[in-house]
């Protein structure tokens, strides 16, 4: 793999309210491992002086985690930008929705976007698809990346792997290239 020197790091909601304990009603999540591969991904996009965005969800909705005010609307540790980061507010699951995301990037010269955070069925592959309809090269790191079980349209529960699996095989090809943080951060290095 090769990645442009404008190829920018977007993390996503990768924030205390991803520990509420209602994502995991109906089972355990996916990569439990995924917050520590995005801090490797932060320290060598930091150490490479490359460009980064860490997009943080300020919900508006009453019962959710991710309401400003609270602790789970802080970032998790392995995500928590450094001074002179910029951080990218968002109130949808779409991290280019109403943000200014895209006219950062354009104005930065960006044309490649290397994705990772939460939730691979949600955030991640809203922004994605936005991402790629625009036109960006995206590359999702899909160790990363992480989601939750969930219930199909026919009421079948699917567990974190499977909804994980199929939210990537949604973006593959067409919106992104799925790859591993081994390939990106040898592409880094």
Same mark, same amino acid.
């Given at each position: 793999?090769?990645?442009?020197? %404008? ?11 991803? /520990? ?7 089972? !355990?999540?996916?990569?439990? %491992? ?16 490359? !460009?980064?965005?860490?997009? +943080?969800?300020?919900? +508006? ?12 609307? /802080?970032?998790? !540790?392995?995500?928590? !930008?450094?001074?002179?980061?910029? *951080? *990218? ?5 779409? &991290? ?7 006219? =950062?990037?354009? %104005? &930065? ?21 936005? &991402? ?11 160790? &990363? ?17 499977? *909804?994980?699996?199929?939210? =990537? ?21």
């Amino acid at each position: 793999m090769r990645l442009p020197a %404008d190829a920018t790091l977007l993390v996503i909601d990768l924030q205390h309210a991803i /520990d509420a304990p209602y994502w995991t009603k109906d089972g !355990p999540r996916n990569n439990p %491992d995924a917050e520590a591969v995005a801090g490797r991904l932060l320290a060598a996009w930091r150490a490479a002086k490359r !460009p980064l965005i860490i997009v +943080r969800h300020d919900s +508006r909705e009453a019962q959710s985690a991710f309401r400003p005010g609270q602790r789970g609307n /802080d970032f998790k !540790p392995e995500a928590r !930008p450094l001074p002179g980061e910029t *951080v *990218v507010a968002k109130q949808t699951t779409n &991290a280019f929705i109403n943000t200014g995301l895209e006219q =950062l990037l354009r %104005d &930065a010269g960006c044309t490649t976007l290397v994705v990772c955070g939460v939730s691979t069925s949600n955030s991640v592959e809203s922004t994605v698809r936005m &991402a790629g309809d625009l036109g960006f090269t995206v590359h999702v790191v899909e160790d &990363a990346c992480f989601t939750f079980p969930k219930h199909d349209w026919a009421g079948t529960l699917r567990s974190a792997e499977e *909804v994980h699996a199929m939210a =990537l095989a949604n973006l593959s090809g067409e919106f992104a290239t799925i790859t591993t943080s081994a390939t990106v951060l040898a592409a880094v290095r």
